[in-house]
Every structure is written in structure tokens, then in C-alpha cells.
């Protein structure tokens, strides 16, 4: 009865996942905490939806209309799993030397040639000027005007991905529109790709679209290496993004987050395949 209790992850109701799912669960969490990518609650139900949907395990419909797991499911989820806590993080600081370590481990385990490692990085791109350029006026002159556009202005993601030898993929649009048109995009070079979801930011919905987007234009696969180094921007640590790595053979290396404190090697977080 003891050996039978220790195994069990039930408390009195029926559990979405397995005891080795379960398991595999806590493992993600814990690695993810470990390398400074600890999730919240909330990326805890969101995480749970899309490994529910991965493995096939069936879960209550209102899952599906709010694209994440329950408060319920969490909670017995903590109370099922006391190695578990919700903690607040200290910050730790950038530390150079740790994220070269982890590059020189991985290029020792796998010599990537220059064409086969890329740098990827977002910026926001303002549709109208935010901040005015200094203009020749009247030496003496207290005050200088300028026509400024009325319009609002929105601002558009903008992902790229350049490679050690000076390559680079066509551009990857973030729009914060609802529904993506094609009035967006008239004048975007060969190969751009422009997505929609409302925010105009990169969030685990959309990464995975720019990860098929850099494997098309990269070739990246399995008999072909690539790394691809990128920040530690939470969106990045999908369950489908790292699959999508995983079976084209990239291995994602993240920059240390900028902070205060000394870190540790382990503190760079590396999914290699």
C-alpha cells in the first residue's frame, strides 16, 4: 500500500495526465527554472493545453475556449506535486563568460560551419516618426516647429535572422491586427512573411511561424546542423518551437538575460537535438 501511494499523482479526482506524462512535466518546469526560464501560473495552464493536445490526452472542453488549462487543474497540479513552489526569482546578471562556455560545448559537440550558425532578434518598427530629427534653423531661434504626421501610428514587429557568413532570410512581419490582409504587405520584399494576432508582438503562438519560416529558407535539417542564437524572450520556449528544432536539427542557444547577480553556466539555456 505504501509502494502503491508513492506512485499514485491522484488526490481524489481523475487526473488529465498519466503518471509518466506528469513526470515529463515537472521535468520541463524544473530544466526551465534551472536555465532562468521559469514559468508562471499562467504559462503553467498555458503549457499544460499544449502538451495536452501533444500527447493526446483528453481534457474538458472549455480548455479548448480559453487555450489553456483550468484554475482547478492547476491547483491540484501544485497540491499533487510538493517539489513544486511559486517563488519569486532574484534577478542574476549577464555574464558573458557563461554564455561562451555553453557555445564552446556545443560547437565541441558539433562543429557548426559559419552558413549554418544565425543570430535571430526582434525589433518594433513604428509606422510613424516617435522621435523628430534636429533641423537647420535661425541661429538665436528659441523655438523650431515641424508638420508631424496626425496619424496615431501603430508599431510592427520585425524578425530577422543573419548568419555568420552574412546571410540572411527575408524579413518575418508581426502585425497587431486581428486578421492578416494583403493591402499589409504591397511593397515587402521577395520571400517576406507578414502574421497577424492583435498584439503585434511575438508570443508562443507565433514563434513556431517564424521557426518554419527560417527552416524554408535555411534548409536547416537533421543531415545539416544549424544553431540558431536568440534572447531568452519566454515566447521562444514552446512546446512546438523546440519539436519544430528538434526534428530539423537546430540547436537554439539564448543569450543571459541582462541582470545583476552572477550566473552560472547552466543559467544560458540550450535545447539541442
Known amino acids: 500500500m505504501k509502494n502503491l501511494l508513492a506512485e499514485s499523482t491522484t488526490m481524489g479526482t481523475k487526473t488529465i495526465f498519466n503518471i509518466e506524462q506528469e513526470k515529463a512535466l515537472i521535468s520541463y518546469i524544473l530544466q526551465t527554472s534551472d536555465i532562468n526560464y521559469g514559468i508562471s501560473l499562467m504559462e503553467l495552464r498555458k503549457l499544460a493545453y499544449e502538451f495536452a493536445r501533444k500527447v493526446g490526452a483528453s481534457y474538458p472542453d472549455p480548455w479548448n475556449d480559453n487555450q489553456q488549462a483550468s484554475k482547478d487543474w492547476q491547483l491540484a497540479f501544485m497540491k499533487r506535486h510538493k517539489n513544486l513552489s511559486l517563488r519569486k526569482p532574484e534577478q542574476v546578471s549577464q555574464n558573458v563568460d557563461a554564455f561562451f562556455a555553453n557555445l564552446s ?158 550566473m552560472q553556466p547552466l543559467d544560458v539555456a540550450v535545447f539541442a537535438p
Open 105 to 262: 560545448s556545443v560547437r565541441g559537440k558539433m562543429p557548426f560551419e559559419p552558413h549554418r550558425i544565425w543570430n535571430m532578434d526582434e525589433t518594433g518598427c513604428p509606422t510613424v516618426p516617435t522621435r523628430p530629427v534636429k533641423t537647420i534653423a535661425r541661429k538665436g531661434q528659441k523655438q523650431v516647429g515641424s508638420s508631424t504626421s496626425a496619424e496615431k501610428g501603430t508599431n510592427v514587429s520585425l524578425a530577422l535572422a543573419v548568419s555568420a557568413s552574412g546571410q540572411s532570410i527575408p524579413p518575418f512581419f508581426l502585425f497587431p491586427r486581428v486578421n492578416m490582409k494583403e493591402i499589409f504587405m504591397p511593397h515587402a520584399s521577395h520571400g517576406a512573411v507578414g502574421v497577424a494576432n492583435g498584439s503585434g508582438y511575438m508570443n508562443s503562438d507565433v514563434f513556431p511561424q517564424f521557426m518554419r519560416h527560417f527552416i524554408k529558407h535555411t534548409g536547416a535539417n537533421a543531415d545539416s546542423p544549424t544553431m540558431l542564437l536568440l534572447d531568452n524572450h519566454g515566447s521562444h520556449l514552446s512546446i512546438e518551437a523546440i519539436d519544430l528544432a528538434l526534428d530539423h536539427g537546430i540547436t537554439l542557444l539564448s543569450f543571459p538575460p541582462k541582470c545583476t547577480h552572477k
